[in-house]
């Protein structure tokens, strides 16, 4: 929309850079062009705007595919009006010299056009395949009838107008066919899944099993060693007890033949003493026996006489005293 200021009576106007301007005094064409700056008198002018920019127009219709199937298309269409000239020509692109604001609406004019056009084409591209079609390669192929549409389309360079773009977003059908559509998909999908997953616990079943045997390996392998370890205990144990017990066999022999040596040793002390001892009493008793009765009783008496103090009691027989005082009283010389 044009800036229009009142100034002194007098209107100044100015316009964008996107918007071409015409402006016609008294029928004469005074301004010509884009982002135009002017004064003017509003009783004797008229003013038109015309936008020059790329637009989009995006529209949305039903269509009804060969096997009378219906489907909403979803499109774009990117235009530009390439001839402001003729679009003011045929179109009523007039501004209010008040306000700036155009008289009418262009460009729902141009946006009728357009989606009426892109339309018929795209109604016609579909009405040509059936619905699996559609789906697949609805898209591009309603695209490329709907930009060669309207590139052969002599209403469009009549009114000023050029397609620059066509886009079609989507070819859709009905929610219950478009479910329908999907099922079979969703099947194939969902058995594949399942199968993954039974695969997935095939092979976790065949992990399990195979562990299981491992562990059980391991344990008949533990068991073997096991087995094997008692084994090797005992023979160890046995050749302990044998290893003892020939040590004791070897201690028993030592210590048999030290207490024979030592009994040997003891006996022949033994026999050396008595033999001494028998010797020393027989030479005692041979001294004695060569010895005189009166050397005899005074060595008794020597002896009785030291053992005095020690003796505690004497018992003297009768016979022994009248004996004993019959050779006190003897004279020398007497024989008893």
Not at 131 to 144: E, F, N, Q, S
Not at 186 to 210: H, I, L, P, S
Not at 240 to 246: D, I, K, Q, S, T
Request: with cysteine.
């Amino acid at each position: 929309m044009a800036d229009i200021t009142r100034r002194f009576g007098r209107r100044h106007l100015r316009s964008a850079p996107t918007a071409h301007i015409r402006h016609h005094d008294r029928g004469r064409l005074v301004h010509d062009g884009v982002a135009q700056s002017f004064w003017f008198r509003a009783l004797h002018a008229a003013l038109s705007e015309v936008p020059v920019d790329d637009r989009e127009l995006a529209m949305s219709f039903h269509a009804r595919t060969a096997d009378f199937q219906d489907v909403s298309v979803q499109a774009t269409v990117t235009y530009r009006i390439s001839e402001p000239a003729t679009a003011a020509a045929c179109l009523d692109f007039s501004l209010d010299p008040d306000t700036g604001a155009w008289r009418a609406a262009p460009l729902e004019q141009i946006s009728t056009l357009l989606t009426e056009t892109a339309q018929q084409h795209a109604l016609d591209s579909l009405a040509r395949m059936p619905l699996a079609d559609a789906l697949m390669t609805g898209v591009p192929a309603t695209r490329d009838r709907i930009a060669q549409g309207l590139a052969a389309d002599p209403r469009l360079p009549a009114t000023g107008l050029t397609a620059v773009d066509v886009r079609v977003v989507a070819v859709r059908p009905e929610p219950d066919v478009e479910r329908a559509l999907r099922t079979p998909a969703r099947e194939r999908v969902q058995q594949d899944a399942d199968r993954a997953t039974y695969e997935r616990r095939a092979v976790a079943v065949e992990r399990e099993r195979a562990i299981a045997e491992n562990e059980l390996a391991s344990r008949i392998e533990l068991a073997r060693r096991e087995e094997q370890l008692v084994e090797q205990r005992g023979t160890n144990a046995r050749r302990e007890a044998e290893e003892a017990a020939a040590a004791d066999g070897v201690r028993a022999e030592a210590e048999a033949a030290r207490t024979v040596r030592l009994a040997r040793a003891e006996a022949d002390a033994a026999r050396t003493t008595g033999e001494a001892r028998a010797q020393a009493q027989a030479a005692w008793l041979r001294v004695h026996g060569e010895a005189d009765p009166e050397v005899l009783r005074a060595l008794g008496l020597d002896k009785f006489a030291e053992n005095m103090p020690r003796i505690g009691s004497v018992t003297v027989s009768p016979d022994v005293l009248t004996g004993l005082l019959t050779r006190l009283g003897a004279r020398p010389g007497d024989t008893a």
